[in-house]
């Protein structure tokens, strides 16, 4: 096919009638005109299987163009395009997603307008979950608010938290008391304490754990708190090698659980069919083709994984 061809052929590529489409629909909705494949898209997405532990977090449709869904996201590979809030398992298949489109994002769901944003994409995620799922997120998500809402739906929640976000009745030290007075390794925790209606003390839920490595880190957890400590190599400028330092299980499992949505963006960055454009339509429809064509070759490897191992298994019974 000449090169001029395929660009006339793709220029010209539908999803939906436009005539069809209303007014007031299209205020209800501005990705009214990719609606057809992310609703299909997304269908094959809740059907991926879902492990006890899965992360949230943010991704970019690349996008540079005009459009009226746009964001910018700081520190990320591709900083500008639109957002999406993802849910996925640690091997980074996508298992739940939501586009950000400002305020019509959460119509369908009123419930979520006393939340912010921030929450309100994580209540949303767990639309297709049953109770149980232990979730990573940083600290763009986590609140107080947040981590009992989940406890009330019956799910756990792990991440880093903003110190802005942290209630002042908490007896956290401040960094710079925390800095002078510990090494390097050090951690502290502070559980909510709550009350039974007699006004006896019951278990708290909610664990907020500062651990100090380079700097303070600060962590919220339902799951995990500072038992068992684990050890981890870290530099040291004043000895010139590596020296053991303590971290909190809560560190250690929110490091091994929370890239599932950085190594979709990695598996995407890989033979991605991105091109030149100034339709943010078209950009859409390629991406989330190729998030269809990485979640598949991902469950397909996970799926011949497992049939390797059992094959192994049965090859290693039969020689006992």
């Known amino acids: 096919m000449a090169r001029d061809r395929f660009f006339l052929i793709r220029n010209w590529i539908k999803l939906v009638f436009d005539n069809e489409i209303t007014a007031d629909e299209r205020k209800a909705d501005r990705l009214w005109k990719v609606r057809p494949l992310l609703d299909r898209i997304l269908e094959g997405c809740l059907k991926q299987n879902k492990p006890q ?12 163009g005009t459009c009226l869904v746009k964001q910018h996201i700081p520190n990320k590979p591709n900083p500008t395009g639109l957002k999406v809030y993802v849910l996925a398992n640690p091997n980074g298949i996508v ?19 006393q939340f912010w944003q921030c929450e309100s994409a994580v209540l949303q995620l767990t639309r297709s979950l049953v109770p149980g799922h232990t979730l990573y997120a940083d600290r763009f998500f986590t609140s107080v608010r947040l981590a009992d809402e989940l406890l009330k739906k019956g799910f756990r929640l792990t991440g880093t938290i903003r110190k802005d976000r942290i209630p002042e009745t908490t007896d956290l030290p401040s960094d710079k008391e925390f800095k002078k007075a510990n090494e390097r390794g050090t951690s502290f925790c502070t559980v909510r304490e ?3 209606k007699n006004g006896t003390k019951t278990e ?12 303070c880190v600060c962590m919220i957890s ?7 400590l684990c050890e981890v190599k ?13 971290q909190p299980k809560v560190i250690n499992a929110y ?4 890239g599932g949505v950085d190594l979709a963006d990695r598996m995407l960055s890989y033979c991605s069919s991105r091109a030149r454009t ?3 339509t078209l950009r859409c429809i390629l991406h989330f083709f190729d998030l269809s064509l990485s979640n598949s070759w991902l469950q397909m490897r996970e799926t011949k994984q497992k049939i390797q191992n059992s094959s192994q298994k049965n090859s290693a019974i039969q020689d006992f």
């Open 95 to 113: 298992c739940d997603f939501t586009v950000y489109q400002g305020p019509a994002t959460y119509v369908e769901n009123p419930e979520l307008e």
């Open 222 to 228: 339902t799951a995990e708190s500072i038992e068992p």
């Open 278 to 280: 100034k339709k943010w």
């Open 234 to 246: 870290r530099w040291s400028k004043a000895s010139k090698q590596f020296i053991n330092v303590s």
């Open 194 to 196: 709550e009350k039974d």
């Open 204 to 215: 708290g839920k909610v664990a907020i754990t500062k651990w100090l490595d380079n700097n």
């Open 53 to 64: 532990e899965l992360s949230i977090d943010e991704m970019i449709v690349p996008f540079s």
């Open 255 to 258: 490091n091994a659980k929370m």
